[in-house]
């Protein structure tokens, strides 16, 4: 399982720009607290917004949000630690690792993943029952979970005058894509800790 993603503000990998400036500062972790807590506001803002309008192919299919990001990773973001020489930013939720660096996905137990094939089945399992008439079919593209329903894609358990849809696909694995999207450029980041050295600096201007 892919474990929890942490983003460090270090002072040995910091810009030029800033390195100049924390040369300036003693003690550092006053400094460091903030600058941790300045990357937790702007991830969780980015994560929020990303999920607000991220051209995602759920979204594209118009399929109702799950708020992944938005809400499921946002919430999982936090300021978790600040030392002399850096801090820690940690996303506690390990599907992030899943869509930052890519990777595939199987089945915890023997079985298949059950990969949504309509709206009606996305965000759901079926375990949950929330679609009646549900039974295998194996064809040779592969095996499917299917139900009885009428045009408009209601279930119903009777063939009668009935449509054949198709709701999950089986498989044994699936392979997500790397998400190049899913941090905000480092640009961002490195501006931002320059801003908020600024502020935390101007007081002991002379």
């Not at 972790?29 to 803002?45: A, C, D, H, N, S």
């Not at 607000?52 to 300021?79: E, L, M, S, V, Y």
């Not at 045009?151 to 696909?169: C, D, I, M, P, Q």
């Amino acid at each position: 399982m892919p474990q929890p993603i942490t983003v460090r503000v270090a002072k040995d990998t910091a810009t030029p720009a800033l390195k100049a400036m924390l040369r300036r500062v003693s003690p550092m972790q006053p400094l460091m607290m903030r600058l941790g807590k300045r990357v937790e506001i702007l991830l969780r803002k980015y994560f929020a917004d990303y999920g607000r309008t991220g051209n995602f192919k759920t979204r594209r299919r118009g399929w109702p949000t799950q708020h992944f990001w938005d809400r499921r990773i946002r919430n999982a973001t936090a300021f978790t630690g600040a030392t002399e020489h850096e801090a820690t930013i940690t996303i506690a939720d390990p599907a992030f690792m899943t869509h930052f660096r890519g990777g595939t996905i199987r089945p915890k137990e023997k079985g298949a993943l059950a990969i949504p094939l309509q709206a009606a089945a996305y965000g759901k399992q079926p375990s949950d029952k929330s679609i009646p008439g549900l039974f295998l079919l194996r064809t040779r593209k592969g095996a499917y979970l299917v139900a009885y329903g009428d045009l408009f894609g209601k279930s119903r358990k009777g063939v009668n005058r009935a449509t054949l849809h198709f709701y999950w696909k089986l498989m044994k694995s699936v392979t997500v894509p790397k998400d190049p999207k899913a941090l905000p450029p480092d640009t961002d980041i490195e501006a931002a800790l320059l801003k908020e050295t600024e502020y935390y600096l101007r007081p002991c201007a002379t």
